[in-house]
């Protein structure tokens, strides 16, 4: 929060803290049903409510953008108490309540919905097990990521991951953005608080991915840095691309 709050300022925007609260409420709205504002960062959005969901979605089809910064994200429904402020589990993690009992349901949530307008869907596949990435700029390490499902994504960085289980086979890890309505979302799809300390990545958030928030095109530049940085893993003998 506090990486995205600062290279945000440093590019004259004005930065205002949400909450999942307010999202709900539809305060990401102005009072005639137009966006109040232009982007919007998400974290690590695993449990959402539907009208969560749904003033997301709006926002995005309106014309709005969602840079999107960890995986695992949209994955799980829940319930809102405002009384008592606090949530509890509707559907989603293999497990639906109807109120009284838990039974057994879907993982994703939202599966069908996320690939139609975030355009990936979660790579459910646990971080104790391996996966490799023969492109790796920002030396990240497998924790929860994204894998691209919708094909009118544009790819800006391929991380060229291998060692899939057999259900994800020629699954793509991949940084990305797409139009969706009258907006677009981006997203890193990987588990940014890896790699938030990294300071080529670091970089990248502020020379591409905040830019292109902002409605800069930035394809010439993101091209460089690929070009750059596996020019770089080509020569480079040691195993950060692990």
């Given amino acids: 929060f506090y990486l995205i709050h600062d290279l945000a300022k440093r590019n004259n925007t004005v930065v205002t803290n949400l909450t999942d609260m307010d999202v709900d409420q ?18 690590h959005n695993e449990y959402v409510t539907q009208a969560e969901y749904d003033n997301l979605k709006k926002f995005v089809s309106s014309g709005g953008t969602i840079v999107f910064t960890e995986g695992n994200v949209l994955y799980a429904e829940v319930k809102y108490n405002s009384t008592s402020n606090t949530i509890s589990l509707v559907k989603g993690h293999d497990w639906e309540f109807d109120g009284k009992s838990a039974n057994n349901s879907v993982g994703e949530r939202w599966v ?11 790579l459910d596949y646990s971080s104790y097990e391996p996966l490799y990435f023969g492109f790796n700029p920002f030396n990240y390490t497998h924790y929860e990521e994204q894998h691209l499902t919708n094909p009118k994504a544009t790819i800006l960085i391929d991380y060229e991951a291998y060692g899939f289980p057999e259900e994800y086979t020629n699954a793509t890890i991949a940084t990305y953005h797409m139009d969706y309505g009258l907006g677009k979302v981006i997203h890193l799809s990987l588990w940014g608080h890896i790699v938030k300390d990294n300071p080529v990545f670091i970089k990248y958030l502020d020379k591409i991915i905040i830019p292109l928030a902002l409605g800069k095109n930035v394809t010439a530049e ?5 070009e750059h940085m596996k020019l770089y893993f080509d020569n480079y003998t040691g195993t950060v691309n692990k």
Avoid: C, H, P, Q
């Avoid at 990401?28 to 137009?34: R, V």
């Avoid at 993101?222 to 690929?226: C, I, L, S």
């Fill in 112 to 122: 069908e919905e996320n690939k139609e307008w975030m355009g990936s869907n979660f």
């Fill in 26 to 43: 539809g305060k990401i709205f102005n009072a005639d049903g137009t966006n109040a504002y232009d982007v919007l960062f998400l974290f």
């Fill in 222 to 226: 993101n091209d460089r840095f690929v």
